[in-house]
């Protein structure tokens, strides 16, 4: 059963850039499927962030298009996530998950846990 | 402000069937799938309607999910205490070419 694992720092400075990994397991990167990056501020709604093709083409929300850079370790079998430039409006639950085989628009099908990431000094 | 609509709030008691909507544009549910998410307390969402009407294995039937238009709907029927949940809709959006949620429902079963 695929699998998906987030890793990375709870706190962030201000200014600095926050760093994630999601680890798929039970799967390989490089065979195919949609990849993204959603977060969900405490007690907000959810939020997506970007998505990338198993051959490392990318879609990102416009509104972090600035800040983001999303790639893919098919050797590692992980997608990683940057964002630079954090705030406090940037702490959430940061989750990885599974988007479609070959199409944008297909749902988001298995998800990681999550991990909190909080901007503070 | 979330580009779909959702109510903020639904409640019901246990058997009752609930309805969530959830309202979009002609760029995002008009020519797009949408799809429906749970969230469980404390946990992460899991998909619960995808392309529109479909059920994932697992999935029980007392959920089901429709679109009209620009408008889509989840129906929750035979409600139980363990659907107590946050509801969110999600399509993606044409002109801008990403994804946009909905601000999510919190279901309440009294």
């Known amino acids: 059963q695929v699998q998906l694992q987030e890793s990375g720092p709870g706190l962030v400075k201000p200014s600095e850039t926050l760093s994630l990994t999601c680890a798929v397991s039970?799967?390989?990167?490089?065979?195919?499927?949609?990849w993204g990056w959603i977060r969900q501020p405490p007690g907000k709604g959810l939020e997506w962030i970007g998505t990338?093709?198993?051959?490392?083409?990318?879609n990102y929300n416009p509104s972090l298009k600035s800040r983001i850079t999303i790639s893919v370790d098919t050797s590692k079998n992980q997608f990683s996530l940057k964002l630079s430039s954090v705030t406090a409006a940037d702490t959430a639950v940061y989750y990885c998950?599974?988007?479609?085989?070959?199409?944008?628009?297909?749902?988001?099908?298995?998800w990681g846990q999550g991990t909190m990431v909080t901007v503070s000094s | 402000q979330s580009v779909l609509t959702q109510p903020p709030s639904v409640s019901g008691t246990p058997g009752q069937r609930v309805t969530i909507s959830c309202s979009g544009s002609s760029s995002n549910i008009g020519s797009n799938y949408v799809h429906w998410y749970q969230q469980l307390p404390g946990t992460a969402p899991r998909l619960l309607i995808y392309r529109n009407n479909q059920r994932p294995s697992g999935v029980p039937d007392r959920f089901s999910g429709s679109k009209s238009g620009t408008s889509a709907s989840l129906a929750i029927s035979g409600l139980r205490s363990e659907d107590e949940a946050d509801y969110y809709c999600?399509?993606?959006?044409?002109?801008?070419?990403?994804?946009?949620f909905g601000g999510g429902t919190k279901l309440t079963v009294l």
């Open positions: 990338i093709y198993h051959s490392g083409s990318t």
């Open positions: 039970d799967y390989s990167i490089s065979s195919g499927y949609y």
């Open positions: 999600a399509a993606w959006t044409d002109s801008v070419s990403g994804w946009v």
């Open positions: 998950a599974r988007g479609g085989a070959t199409i944008l628009n297909e749902a988001f099908d298995i």
